[in-house]
């Protein structure tokens, strides 16, 4: 099972790749995982990935290829997570796995509405004592965290529309481009998080 994984911020994506390839044995491969490993680890890829941070810069698709292809060159099941986010990063995905003699089995697309995405982050809130996340409305705080409960920035409605925006601009053509060959299952993100595993489960055959 080699299979990519992506949708609009809010969505569930890191959680449902994590429960599927807990359920699968698969391996979840975060590429923003990745990134922070490298440069904490100090190695030369680290540091140059490092100073495109620092610049404010990109890391260039080449970089995160190079850096991912050993994770997905180790074994046959996994799950790609943050890459890619466009039709080139596809495209250099594609070629990569093909130097490395294998496919993608299928591109899962996450979709819920805009609103309901912007209702899911803009209602989240953090406890600075205790570090727990926790939902104005689905998920208020228990009694015994005291708090004080703090919005991030990135989580206003400005800013969350601001990221749909790009995603929908630069992310959402993928399903075009995946469909094309055959591989796109989407998903109803809206849906409970079990309800959405077993959705995807089914969709890459292993339902058990």
Same mark, same amino acid.
């Given at each position: 099972?080699?299979?990519?994984?992506?949708? &609009?911020?809010?969505?569930?994506?890191?959680?449902?790749?994590?429960?599927?390839?807990?359920? *699968?044995?698969?391996?979840?491969?975060? *590429?923003?995982?990745?990134? %922070?490993?490298?440069?904490?680890?100090?190695?030369?890829?680290?540091?140059?990935?490092?100073?495109? $941070?620092?610049?404010?810069?990109?890391?260039?698709?080449?970089?995160?290829?190079?850096?991912?292809?050993?994770?997905?060159?180790?074994?046959?099941?996994?799950?790609?997570?943050?890459?890619?986010? $466009?039709?080139?990063?596809?495209?250099?995905?594609?070629?990569?796995?093909?130097?490395?003699?294998?496919?993608?089995?299928?591109?899962?697309?996450?979709?819920?509405?805009?609103?309901?995405?912007?209702?899911?982050?803009?209602?989240?809130?953090?406890?600075?004592?205790?570090?727990?996340?926790?939902?104005?409305?689905?998920? &208020?705080?228990?009694?015994?965290?005291?708090?004080?409960? *703090?919005?991030? $920035?990135?989580?206003?409605?400005?800013?969350?529309?601001?990221?749909?925006?790009?995603?929908?601009?630069?992310?959402?053509?993928?399903?075009?481009?995946?469909?094309? %060959?055959?591989?796109?299952?989407?998903?109803?993100?809206?849906?409970?998080?079990?309800?959405?595993?077993?959705?995807?489960?089914?969709?890459?055959?292993?339902?058990?």
């Amino acid at each position: 099972m080699r299979v990519v994984i992506f949708g &609009p911020q809010g969505a569930g994506k890191g959680t449902q790749a994590q429960r599927i390839a807990q359920k *699968t044995g698969a391996e979840h491969i975060s *590429t923003g995982d990745l990134v %922070r490993a490298e440069i904490k680890s100090d190695s030369e890829l680290g540091q140059k990935i490092q100073e495109y $941070n620092d610049r404010g810069d990109l890391v260039p698709d080449e970089i995160i290829i190079e850096m991912a292809k050993p994770y997905l060159a180790q074994t046959d099941a996994w799950l790609l997570d943050g890459f890619p986010r $466009n039709e080139a990063q596809a495209k250099a995905l594609d070629d990569a796995l093909g130097d490395l003699g294998f496919g993608l089995d299928a591109a899962i697309a996450m979709e819920a509405p805009d609103d309901a995405l912007v209702e899911r982050l803009s209602g989240r809130r953090a406890s600075e004592s205790t570090g727990r996340i926790y939902h104005v409305e689905h998920d &208020p705080p228990p009694e015994d965290d005291p708090g004080p409960f *703090t919005q991030r $920035n990135d989580d206003t409605e400005e800013a969350i529309r601001h990221r749909l925006e790009i995603y929908h601009e630069q992310t959402e053509p993928l399903k075009d481009y995946y469909d094309e %060959r055959g591989i796109l299952v989407s998903v109803d993100a809206t849906k409970s998080i079990p309800e959405v595993t077993e959705e995807v489960l089914r969709a890459v055959g292993e339902d058990g």
